[in-house]
């Protein structure tokens, strides 16, 4: 009889130690998910950004030709 408060405490210890993984289990889930949003979203904008770069590297080239003898540049933009 002395070993059933003992009992009862481990199965109490038990069952919130379950709750808990649970919960950490779902929140990391929910956090991974979020992050892949983050990530796709980060991706995105950083693409854009190097299109942009890039688009200013071409009309520099090409101001940097027009500039030096009057002749057309090499690497035309689409305007």
Do not use: C
Not at 25 to 43: K, T
């Amino acid at each position: 009889m002395s070993y059933l408060p003992i009992i009862v405490l481990l199965a109490v210890g038990l069952v919130l130690l379950a709750f808990l993984v649970v919960r950490t289990l779902r929140a990391l889930g929910r956090f991974s998910q979020v992050a892949g949003l983050v990530n796709g979203h980060v991706g995105d904008e950083v693409g854009l950004l190097k299109a942009r770069s890039a688009a200013l590297k071409v009309a520099v080239a090409e101001r940097r030709q027009e500039g030096s003898d009057g002749e057309a540049p090499r690497v035309p933009s689409s305007q």
